[in-house]
């Protein structure tokens, strides 16, 4: 039977990333951005105003993925 190599990879290789709601206002938030990265385990997530999920759903991601590097 033949060797197979073990696959290797780094950090946020291999990420999923969910966007939830509207819910009910909380703080004036309505809506949930997760961020999960399935090598470590880790996961970010934050709540986001309704102007915030429209325009600024990268970037909120972007903010998160740095933040979970730290």
Same mark, same amino acid.
Do not use: C, H
């Given at each position: 039977?033949?060797?197979? +190599?073990?696959?290797?990879?780094?950090?946020?290789?291999?990420? +999923?990333?969910?966007?939830? +709601?509207?819910?009910?206002?909380?703080?004036?938030?309505?809506?949930?951005?997760?961020?999960?990265?399935?090598?470590?385990?880790?996961?970010?997530?934050?709540?986001?105003?309704?102007?915030?999920?429209?325009? +600024?759903?990268?970037?909120?991601?972007?903010?998160?993925?740095?933040?979970?590097?730290?």
């Amino acid at each position: 039977m033949p060797l197979q +190599g073990i696959l290797e990879v780094e950090l946020f290789d291999v990420w +999923g990333i969910d966007f939830m +709601g509207p819910f009910i206002s909380s703080f004036n938030n309505k809506y949930i951005l997760m961020a999960d990265d399935y090598v470590s385990k880790k996961f970010r997530d934050a709540s986001l105003t309704a102007k915030d999920a429209t325009s +600024g759903i990268l970037q909120s991601y972007r903010i998160m993925k740095d933040a979970s590097l730290r």
